[in-house]
Each structure stands twice: as structure tokens, then as C-alpha cells.
């Protein structure tokens, strides 16, 4: 009997030159491409194949191309006689989660990212900022240290010694030095392009406040667990209210996994390019995580059994 699934996708961060190369689809590849390409006004094709990688890391380039990848990867490993119980992404992963299941379709989807990216990067370069990576400390050892710090968050709740902070470059420059302090075995920053899912993001988030009201959310097919809201669900204004939270929320991913294991999930597939997650998955005891991408089709078949 095959072990319960769930799907999960990566976010800003998983982009790499040639992350459109392994995509099994490649027709419906080059017809999302051409789509996010118009509504970009990007050479996104050229730049999944060819980089430059500071071009391929802008938010405006990452976020559609990542979309494209999570959720055709998605489709292959479903049309591979996998069905997941349950789906989520991380951050950015999560429209491509919305798209498998069927809330949202793939060119509403598409155009929400776009305009997502649009919005998030022309705050970010407004405002300024950046993030860093916090290693070997809990989430509320570091909350202790940055909640009493001006101009940082913590943004990503990605697993036991794994926690993100978000931030002006002030901020994070003295956070570095104060969570070093308190014990943190190191604290790595990031290159992103901006203070992701903290409150400096607010002016893209009330701006992409606008746009989700006025888009059509459907019942999920596979409930999706969210970054501010990690209790599975089906429920269309649920989803959506959840998702107008997340560009200046933390992004919850510990207790999206804590819900998983509470839904009697075993294996985690991630789709999309890399295995970031798998990674933090390996973290958890009772969850084992297989990348479609890196590990293969008949590898994440014969891991689930």
C-alpha cells in the first residue's frame, strides 16, 4: 500500500540556470513561458536557459519562472499514478499549490504572480533591505533576540535550526552581531532582492490586497495547507483570506509540517527545481522528503511505495 503524500513547492531561492531543462512537459513548458513572458515583458525563456543569474534572481524574472517549474513538475509526478492528500508551498510556492488543486486556474495563477513580483520587487527597491539566514537556533530563541530590535522580523519559520530574518540592512547587520551573541552557530545573509514577509512589504501587500478580491477562487481538490494558516483546507475564502496575509507575514512552514504528521503524512515530493525542502524535511522524524526534480520520477515512485 502506497505511503500518504503530500505535495510541496519551492519558493524564491529554488531558481537556477537551467531550471526549465528536466521539466518533463516541455511543450506545456514553452506555452507558459510565452504567457509569462507577456505578462512580464521578460525574455523569461532566455533567462531560465541562459541566466545571467543576477537577471535570473530578480523577483520580476524568479517568481514566474518558479511557478511554471513547480507546478509542471506537479503534473508530472500526478500523471506518474501519484495523488497527493494534502499540498503546500513555501512562500511563492504556494500559487503554484493553488494551481494543482485546482482553486486557481494556470492563467489566473500566472497573472498573480506576475503582479505579485511586480509589486513585491518595487518595494523592495523603495524601501531597501534584505534577509539572512539564522542556523542552530529555535524560532523562539531568535524571536527572543529580534523581537526587541528596530527594523527586523523574523520571516521564515523553516524548521528546528532553521529560522529566516527579514529586515532594513540596518537591522539585519545588527542582528547578525546580536544572535551570534546569543548562541546561534552562525548567521548566513541572503542574496534577495528585498525584506520579504516582513512589514516593510505592506505597500505590495494592500496594493495585491486589491487584486485578490476582485480574482474567482474555487474549492480546492486537494486541501493546501498555507503559510499563515497550516490547517488543511478546501475552503475557497479561507484561502483567499489566507493568502492576502502572506507577503508580510512569516511564512509558517514548521507547522505546516507539524500539520502534515498530524494528517498521517509520510513522504513529502517536492516539485520544482532543487530540494530545499526535501532538505528541512530530513529535520523531521516520521517525514522523509524525495525531489521530483533531483531524485527522479521512478525514485520518488519506488520512495512512496
Known amino acids: 500500500m502506497a505511503r500518504p503524500v503530500a505535495f510541496v513547492f519551492p519558493g524564491q531561492g529554488s531558481q537556477r540556470i537551467g531550471m526549465l531543462d528536466r521539466v518533463p512537459d516541455a511543450a506545456a513548458a514553452r506555452a507558459l513561458v510565452a504567457d509569462a513572458e507577456d505578462c ?3 525574455p523569461l ?3 531560465a536557459a541562459e541566466g545571467p543569474v543576477d537577471r535570473l534572481t530578480d523577483t520580476r524574472a524568479a517568481q514566474p519562472l518558479l511557478f511554471i517549474a513547480d507546478l509542471l513538475w506537479a503534473r508530472a509526478v500526478s500523471q506518474h499514478g501519484i495523488d497527493p492528500v494534502v499540498v503546500a508551498g513555501h512562500s511563492l510556492g504556494e500559487y503554484a499549490a493553488l494551481a494543482f488543486s485546482d482553486v486557481l486556474d494556470d492563467l489566473e495563477a500566472l497573472s498573480l504572480v506576475c503582479e505579485r513580483s511586480r509589486l513585491m520587487a518595487d518595494v523592495a527597491e523603495a524601501v531597501g533591505g534584505t534577509m539572512a539566514a539564522v542556523l542552530g537556533m529555535d524560532v523562539d530563541a531568535t524571536h527572543a533576540v529580534v523581537d526587541g530590535l528596530d527594523g527586523v522580523w523574523v520571516a521564515n519559520e ?3 535550526g532553521q529560522v529566516v530574518i527579514s529586515g532594513t540592512h540596518a537591522g539585519i547587520e545588527h542582528a547578525i ?10 548567521v548566513v ?3 534577495v532582492a528585498g525584506p520579504f514577509h516582513s512589514p516593510l512589504m505592506a505597500p505590495a501587500a494592500e496594493a495585491f490586497g486589491h487584486t485578490l478580491a476582485r480574482t474567482t477562487f474555487r474549492q480546492a481538490l486537494v486541501p493546501v495547507s498555507q503559510n499563515t494558516g497550516a490547517t488543511p483546507t478546501d475552503d475557497a475564502d479561507l484561502i483567499r483570506g489566507r493568502l492576502a496575509a502572506q507577503i508580510v507575514s512569516p511564512v509558517g512552514w514548521t507547522a505546516i509540517l507539524e500539520a502534515f504528521a498530524t494528517k498521517g503524512v509520510e513522504v513529502l515530493v517536492e516539485c520544482g527545481p532543487g530540494s530545499v525542502l526535501t532538505g528541512i524535511t530530513r529535520r523531521y522524524e516520521g517525514l522523509e522528503g524525495v525531489s521530483a526534480d533531483t531524485d527522479g520520477l521512478d525514485r520518488v515512485s ?3 511505495g
Open 40 to 42: 512580464s515583458g521578460l
Open 45 to 47: 525563456g532566455r533567462l
Open 158 to 160: 523553516n524548521g528546528p
Open 177 to 186: 552581531g546580536a544572535l551570534s551573541a546569543a548562541g546561534a552557530r552562525r
Open 189 to 191: 545573509p541572503l542574496e
Open 302 to 304: 519506488e520512495v512512496i
